[in-house]
C-alpha cells in the first residue's frame, strides 16, 4: 500500500499559487497533513542565436532577494498549452520568436513541498519579434557565447536550479 491523499483544503489563494492542507494516508495506515503549494505550471526557454549565443535574462527574484542571471522562463496562463507559452514568454523576454522550437523535457521545481512543473524548450532560428514584457518585470537580456554559458553552470555561477537543470538537459545538442 502507498501513500493516498484522502482530501485537500485550500487555505490561501494567490495570483499564480495556492496553499493547500492535504491529509495523506500513509503507507503504514497512519494519517497525515502535509501542506502544498499548489503552483500553476511553467516553461522556461533555452534561446540559441545562430551565431552560438544563449540568451539570459537577469532579473530581481524576491525569494533571492537579489537579482540572478537565468533562463527566460515564465508561468502559463489559465489552460495555455505549453508550446504556446514559451513561444510567448521568449517573446516577452528576449524579443526574439523562433522558427524552431521544441520541448525537450521537464520536471518539477521543489516536489516535497510544492506541485510546480516546469516544461523546458529548446529555441533555435531566432527572429526579432519582441512583445511587450510584463508590467511588474524589469529583464535585462544578456548574450553569452555556448561555451561560456557552460562554464558558468561547472564553475557554481549560476544560482537559480532551473537554469542549470534545463542547461543540462540540452548540453547534448547544444554542445555539439
Known amino acids: 500500500m502507498g501513500t493516498e491523499i484522502i482530501g485537500s483544503e485550500i487555505k490561501y489563494r494567490a495570483h499564480i499559487f495556492n496553499v493547500a492542507q492535504m491529509e495523506v494516508r500513509l503507507p503504514d495506515g497512519r494519517l497525515r497533513k502535509y501542506d502544498l503549494i499548489e503552483h500553476n505550471p511553467a516553461v522556461m526557454i533555452i534561446p540559441v542565436t545562430n551565431d ?3 540568451l539570459f535574462v537577469r ?3 524576491m525569494g533571492a532577494k537579489k537579482e ?5 522562463a515564465g508561468v502559463l496562463n489559465p489552460d495555455e498549452d505549453p508550446l504556446a507559452g514559451a513561444v510567448r514568454e521568449c517573446r516577452e523576454e528576449t524579443g526574439f520568436d523562433s522558427k524552431d522550437i521544441r520541448r525537450i523535457g521537464g520536471f518539477f521545481m521543489t ?3 510544492c506541485d510546480e512543473y516546469i516544461h523546458v524548450f529548446l529555441a533555435r532560428d531566432l527572429v526579432d519579434n519582441p ?3 510584463d508590467a511588474d518585470e524589469f ?3 544578456i548574450s ?3 561555451a561560456e554559458a557552460y562554464a558558468l553552470a561547472e564553475n557554481g555561477t549560476y544560482e537559480d536550479v532551473k537554469t542549470i537543470a534545463a542547461l543540462m538537459m540540452a548540453q547534448k545538442e547544444i554542445r555539439k
Open 59 to 61: 532579473q530581481f527574484r
Open 52 to 54: 552560438g549565443q544563449i
Open 111 to 113: 516536489p516535497g513541498y
Open 144 to 146: 553569452l557565447p555556448i
Open 68 to 72: 540572478l542571471l537565468e533562463l527566460p
Open 139 to 141: 529583464l535585462n537580456t
Open 131 to 133: 512583445l511587450p514584457q
